[in-house]
Structures are given as C-alpha cells and as structure tokens.
C-alpha cells in the first residue's frame, strides 16, 4: 500500500508539473484582452468628446454669427484739412510742433509782415488822396451849380428887357408911323431890341454852357466817389493781405504732418501741416451680397486692432450709392472682353454712439472690424455725422492799427 502511494505520488507530481504552464497561458490571454478593452472605451470617450466640443462649438459659433455681417476690409477715417498760406513770405515763428494739440483759433505761424504793412500804409495815403479828391470834386459841383443858377437868372432878366424892348418898338413903330416921334427915335428902339434879343440868345448859351459845366462837375464828382471806394477795396485788400500773415488754427484738432520751420520761404497753395479734428468714423466695405438686410440705423459693434478688448458702440449711418470700384480712376467696363463675374463691395459710413471724449485714441486709418446686428430693426441714433463749423481763416478782428492812424 505504501508501494502503491509510492508509485502514485510522482505520477499525480507529474501530472501537477504538466498541469502548471497551462495557468500563465490563461493570465497573459486576460491581461491582453483588458488593455484592449480600455482602449476602445478610451477611443469611445475621447470621439464623444471631440463630437460634444464641435456640437458646443457649431452651437456657439451659430448663435454669436447668425443675424450679424462683419468685414475686415474697414478702417477708421476722419476729416484731414491740409494747411497752406495764401501769400508768398518768410517764416517769422511757429508755435506748434508735430502731434500738438491745437484750439480753434490758436495762433500757429507768422509770417514776415513788413512788406505787407507797406503796402497797407500806401492804401491807407491813397485812400486819403481818394476822398480829397472826391471832397474837390463835390465842391466844384457846387460851384456849376451855382454858377446855372446865376446865368439863368440872367437869361431871365434879358429876357424881360428885350420883351421891354419888343413892346417899346411897337408903340415908337405906330408912333412913327402917325408922325408923333421922329426917324431917330424909331431907329434907336429898334437898336434897342435887337440888342436885347441878342442879349437873350447870349444868356441862353451862357445857360447851356453852365449846364455842360455842371455835368462835368457831376462826372468829375462821380468818379471821384468811384476813386474812393476803390481806395476803399485797395485798403481791404491790403488789410486782409497783412491778416494773411497770421495763419490760425481753422479747427480744434490735432497738428501731424508738420513741415515748416522759422526761416522758410512759404508760398501760396504749398501745405505747411496737417490738422486732424476728432471727429471720426468708419467706412466699412462690405459685400454685396452682405447687405440684404442691412439698414440705416441698425447697431453696430466695433473692434479696434488698435485697442484690443473693447467694443465700441456704433450704429450704420449711410451707403454710398454705388460700389467702390465704380468711382476708381479707371472703373471697371463689363461691355467689352471677356465677362467674369466678381461680387463687389459698398462702401458703408458707420458713426459711433459714443461721445468724442471717448474716441481720443480713435485715429484715421486704424484698422477695425465692424459687426452688424442685421437682424434688429432701426431706431433713432442720437449721434449723426455732422459737418464741420465754418472755418477761421485770417485775424480780420486784429488788423494792424495803421489804418486807423
């Protein structure tokens, strides 16, 4: 019996031994079956994700663009007053420098006013000159005048003494005749009238003499009064030529693009500055097929490069009325060659909500990226593009006191 265990025991440890391999075959066949499960749940998980982030992302990107037009083809613009002279002089002194804040009716430039003080000082002599004449001329009128009314009066009295004459020749003539005076009396009343009819003929030309006289007078007089008021003009003139040589600021604004220093010789029509007021806007290009529903009045956001982090308030002002290409130099001919069709863009003036205290940093040519709430309906903008005030453009209050001397 013992034999018999004996000989079972290495069998049932062989059979064991042989059992043995069999177990890590079944481990290493589990443990390659679990990576590959967590796998496709990872595969799974990381799919649900990306397809959860798009859906998020499609639904974000859909709610914040539909019902908007945006462009990026816009920039800030503003008015730009370039500055010249209006006569040819030395620079005396220039008060600003590039970049400067300036006030409407700063005074900026001098320029050499000493030719210009001549040439008033003469005007004001020739002024003087111009209205002793017309004073000399006035009263040699009074002078005709008075003088036709002393030959009339002469005329008047000749007249009266050869109708005495008349009616003297005609008793002497019937007295003659019935023999009551004699030959010589007759004779020397017919002297007598002739003489005083030809008194009268002189007195009358004496009359149209004086008359030519008055009318001379009349003439001399009025261009005398027309001496004068050309003096007059000569003498504005001269007085605005010497205000020409104070060049104010036209605008409140800012100075850029300064190109004049004390010393140089300015001439008419050559720009000296830049002045930039603060008023500013957008000019949006936006497509054709962008403007659908697009109108007047509809909000609008407006993101600055420039500033970045901040909308500003704006609203859609005006379109210009045609495309931007139709008023290039050389706008485009669709009748003639080969016809491609290219959508256009049309140019679009948006105005901002905010006051202008706000747009300091807002400066021409900045670029923005405007966005139009198109799906809001208009309304009433309080801010509109205004145009600008009238401008200064001499010292006409602070003229040299020559001409009053």
Do not use: C
Not at 323 to 334: A, D, K, Q, S, V
């Amino acid at each position: 019996m013992s034999a018999t265990l004996a000989t079972t025991s290495p069998t049932h440890r062989k059979t064991s031994n042989s059992d043995r391999p069999a177990a890590p075959v079944e481990v290493a066949t589990a443990s390659t079956a679990n990576p590959k499960s967590k796998r496709s749940r990872r595969r799974l998980v990381i799919v649900f994700g990306l397809g959860a982030l798009l859906l998020a992302g499609g639904t974000f990107w859909y709610l914040n663009n539909v019902g908007y037009e945006t462009t990026d083809d816009a920039a800030i613009e503003g008015h730009v007053i370039q500055v010249s002279p209006k006569l040819s002089a030395h620079v005396k002194a220039v008060y600003f420098d590039d970049n400067y804040q300036v006030k409407k009716g700063d005074l900026l430039i001098e320029l050499d006013p000493r030719d210009y003080e001549v040439a008033l000082a003469s005007s004001v002599a020739n002024l003087a000159s111009a209205q002793s004449k017309l004073t000399e001329a006035e009263a040699q009128q009074n002078v005709a005048q008075a003088g036709l009314g002393q030959v009339k009066a002469d005329l008047e009295s000749a007249q009266a003494t050869a109708d005495n004459a008349k009616s003297d020749l005609g008793r002497n003539e019937h007295l003659f005749q019935t023999h009551v005076i004699d030959r010589r009396e007759y004779d020397a009343s017919v002297a007598q009238a002739k003489s005083a009819i030809a008194n009268v003929e002189s007195a009358s030309k004496k009359v149209a003499s004086q008359e030519a006289q008055v009318r001379l007078a009349s003439a001399q007089s009025i261009t005398a009064s027309a001496g004068e008021k050309q003096a007059e003009a000569q003498l504005q003139q001269a007085q605005l030529q010497l205000s020409y040589t104070k060049i104010f600021a036209p605008f409140a604004g800012r100075v850029t693009k300064k190109s004049i220093e004390p010393g140089n010789y300015v001439q008419p029509g050559q720009t000296l500055f830049s002045l930039v007021p603060p008023e500013v806007w957008v000019v949006a290009n936006f497509k054709e097929t962008q403007l659908k529903q697009m109108k007047v009045g509809q909000p609008v956001s407006v993101r600055v490069d420039a500033i970045p982090g901040r909308d500003f308030s704006a609203h859609v002002e005006s379109f210009q009325v045609g495309t931007g290409g139709r008023f290039t130099l050389l706008p485009p001919e669709n009748a003639t060659g080969n016809f491609v069709k290219v959508v256009q863009r049309v140019p679009v003036k948006i105005v901002f909500d905010e006051p202008i205290a706000s747009l300091e940093r807002l400066w021409p040519g900045e670029s923005v990226e405007p966005r139009v709430a198109v799906h809001e309906n208009p309304a009433e903008r309080r801010y509109r593009a205004e145009p600008l005030p009238p401008a200064i453009l001499g010292a006409t209050s602070d003229l040299v006191t020559i001409a009053e001397q």
